[in-house]
């Protein structure tokens, strides 16, 4: 059974940079698709970005050129890099898994992690 776990949430100010990772147990992250997935207050879940088992990433539009998604297979922990940070990036982050990343970026995912709450004040 895949199991994640977050860290490295909380408040940042505006304009500052925060660092998420999730360790993943149960399985490899060789074999999967590793995602991020946020919710904002009164949004729907968003992708924020996929990395796919061969290292391939994508990121949504809404953060591209201030994320980097990378992972450490050594570790089974992939990471989330968040520069720039602007209020509208408030939100739980998610870490998720899926056997294969879908053709789009998405949110749908197998299995999730509980959650990290990124807070950016301005």
């Known amino acids: 059974q895949v199991q994640l776990v977050e860290s490295g949430g909380g408040t940042v100010q505006a304009g500052g940079s925060v660092r998420l990772a999730c360790e993943m147990s149960?399985?490899?992250?060789?074999?999967?698709?590793m995602g991020w997935v946020r919710q904002g207050p009164g949004k729907v879940r968003e992708g924020v970005g996929d990395?796919?088992?061969?290292?391939?990433?994508r990121y949504a539009d809404s953060v591209k050129g201030r994320v980097t998604i990378s992972k450490d297979n050594t570790k089974n922990t992939v990471y989330l890099q968040m520069n720039n940070l602007n209020p509208e990036d408030t939100g739980l982050y998610y870490c998720?898994?899926?056997?294969?990343?879908?053709?789009?970026?998405?949110?749908?995912?197998?299995?999730w992690g509980q959650g990290t709450q990124v807070t950016v004040s301005s």
């Open positions: 998720a898994a899926r056997w294969r990343c879908r053709p789009r970026l998405t949110a749908d995912f197998n299995w």
């Open positions: 149960g399985d490899t992250m060789t074999r999967l698709c």
């Open positions: 990395i796919e088992s061969d290292g391939r990433v």
